[in-house]
């Protein structure tokens, strides 16, 4: 299965989470800080070039990915 990922709007900022699709459920990990709401959910998907995509949607939150908005984000968290 792909890596799931969620992007959260926080107080501080927009923030990713990169996470084993077959151990977690988006809930799961979306409810770890109720400050912290999801705002683009998915699959993502790294290329050997280092090119990010995010596609589908989580069926549990009830979001969708934002495509490359969401791509931005996580590019930024895999690279700091």
């Known amino acids: ?3 799931k990922y969620i ?3 926080t107080p501080d900022g927009f923030y990713g989470a990169i996470f084993d699709g077959d151990a977690f459920f988006h ?3 979306a409810n770890l800080d109720p400050e ?5 959910a998915g699959f993502v998907r ?5 090119n990010v995509t995010c596609e589908g949607k989580s069926q549990g ?6 495509g490359r ?4 984000v996580l590019e ?3 690279c700091s």
Do not use: K, Q, T, W
């Not at 912290?36 to 683009?40: A, D, K, L, N, Q």
């Not at 790294?46 to 280092?50: K, N």
């Not at 908005?69 to 931005?72: F, G, I, M, P």
């Open 46 to 50: 790294v290329d050997s070039r280092g």
């Open 27 to 29: 809930e799961d990990i």
């Open 76 to 78: 930024r968290l895999l």
């Open 61 to 66: 939150l009830r979001i969708g990915s934002r």
């Open 7 to 9: 992007v959260f709007h």
């Open 1 to 3: 299965m792909a890596a």
């Open 36 to 40: 912290f709401r999801p705002v683009g």
């Open 69 to 72: 908005e969401d791509a931005v």
